[in-house]
Nanobody, 124 residues
Framework: QVQVMESGGGLVQAGDSLRLSCEAP????????MGWFRQSPGKEREFVAA????????TYAESVRGRFTISRDNGKKTVYLQMSRLTPEDTAVYYC?????????????????WGPGTQVTVSS
């Protein structure tokens, strides 16, 4: 079983920053795009950000563009999501996932290994 694990969530105030991390084993990380998604109660899982294997092709949801930055350290098999200027609307469980391919996509069905998620709560 492939274990993808997120960390770094927590309770912060509006305007604060937070960095999420996601570790994956080599067979779920090497050569694959990685993505971050989030889900709030009563809502569907939505795309946040993704990047390709080389970390050169990045894509963001419009709602986080300019505030969030996705990056990866292939040596550590870790992908990061640096979040700044957080708002209560960013409150959600954040999931990391490995894509089936090398190029990033925004569709959850294009990802096959998912972590259990980490809760991010932003108070006003």
């Amino acid at each position: 079983q492939v274990q993808v694990m997120e960390s770094g969530g927590g309770l912060v105030q509006a305007g604060d920053s937070l960095r999420l991390s996601c570790e994956a084993p080599a067979r779920a990380f090497t050569s694959f795009a990685m993505g971050w998604f989030r889900q709030s109660p009563g809502k569907e899982r939505e795309f946040v950000a993704a990047l390709d294997w080389a970390g050169e092709s990045l894509t963001y949801a419009e709602s986080v563009r300019g505030r969030f930055t996705i990056s990866r350290d292939n040596g550590k098999k870790t992908v990061y999501l640096q979040m700044s200027r957080l708002t209560p609307e960013d409150t959600a469980v954040y999931y990391c996932a490995t894509a089936y391919a090398a190029l990033p996509t925004t569709t959850p069905r294009d990802y096959h290994y998912w972590g259990p998620g980490t809760q991010v709560t932003v108070s006003s």
